[in-house]
């Protein structure tokens, strides 16, 4: 779709003729594969196992049954494949492009965060209300909040920017639970919009705010005064060389918006701007 990358670690877990299979899109034939196989068991009255891989606060602390904490999200109501379709569309689409960018990694790491934090809180919880999850919707809405953080400004459906389109889904849904008062719904949608978006910033991969840097720089480590021998001259570089430094970076402004860039390349743009002025004066 974008096909940007600023990770060496993006390449193809396997490929199947031509085609590589990435991360994303295993999960997808996964999630596929074991709503087909609950259909089946539903099917054929075998309702039960699924209800023994949903999540339940109740049968994690007094049962140690731990592994709801992760088989929640591979439980798919019949009922909903309609809409589990659109999901699993939507995961391929997106999924694709935040795992190109931030690499294979990283982005198992994103998944394995999304999965357990909204769980984890719900545990939590469960101390003092007994709480239930079973699906992914949240999951997944997740996955697209870090590509509307990695892309803002990248026009959608309707040329409506990625990061407004997030917006709306994420205010739609929360009016939608707070009408029917489904507190652990609303606490695991925040949970994982919260946890993708700081997943991403924290990465430097987001846009760039004022209040975050601020947080960064106060809890950050302190710079420690180091003394540097002293080195010898270089050649200044010349001016084809600086833009032969910056060009892909500015292909990358004009194509994604200055949002799209990494930390290291916003320092370095600044770096060879600063150079640029030098000279000119």
Do not use: C
Not at 52 to 66: H, M, N, T
Request: aromatic share 14%; hydrophobic share 55%; proline share 4%.
């Amino acid at each position: 779709m974008f096909g940007v990358t600023t990770s060496d670690d993006y390449r193809p877990v396997a490929w199947m003729g031509r085609y590589p299979v990435d991360v994303t899109t295993m999960l997808v034939v996964l999630h596929v594969a074991v709503a087909i196989l609950t259909a089946v068991l539903v099917a054929f009255g075998a309702s039960s196992v699924v209800a023994f891989l949903q999540f339940d606060s109740a049968e994690v602390w007094y049962g140690g049954q731990v592994w709801r904490l992760l088989t929640y999200a591979f439980v798919h109501a019949p009922s909903g494949l309609l809409w589990f379709a659109i999901e699993m569309y939507m995961l391929f689409v997106f999924g694709r492009e935040v795992e190109r960018f931030i690499g294979r990694r990283a982005y198992i790491v994103l998944y394995l965060v999304l999965l357990i934090a909204p769980t984890a809180v719900l545990t939590i919880w469960g101390l003092w209300q007994r709480s239930a999850l079973a699906g992914s919707p949240a999951l997944h809405f997740g996955i697209f909040v870090a590509f509307a953080t990695i892309y803002p400004r990248v026009e959608l459906f309707l040329r409506i920017m990625a990061k407004w389109i997030a917006l709306i889904l994420a205010g739609v849904y929360t009016f939608q639970l707070l009408a029917y008062h489904a507190w652990t719904d609303l606490v695991v949608v925040w949970t994982s919009i919260g946890a993708a978006f700081l997943f991403i910033e924290l990465r430097g991969a987001g846009p760039e705010l004022a209040w975050w840097s601020n947080v960064k720089a106060r809890f950050g480590p302190k710079p420690k005064i180091r003394v540097l021998q002293r080195t010898q001259m270089r050649r200044p570089a010349e001016p084809d060389d600086v833009y032969a430094s910056i060009d892909p970076i500015l292909d990358k402004i004009s194509k994604f918006g200055i949002g799209s860039l990494t930390a290291n390349e916003r320092r370095q743009l600044n770096r060879e701007r600063e150079r640029l002025l030098k000279k000119s004066e």
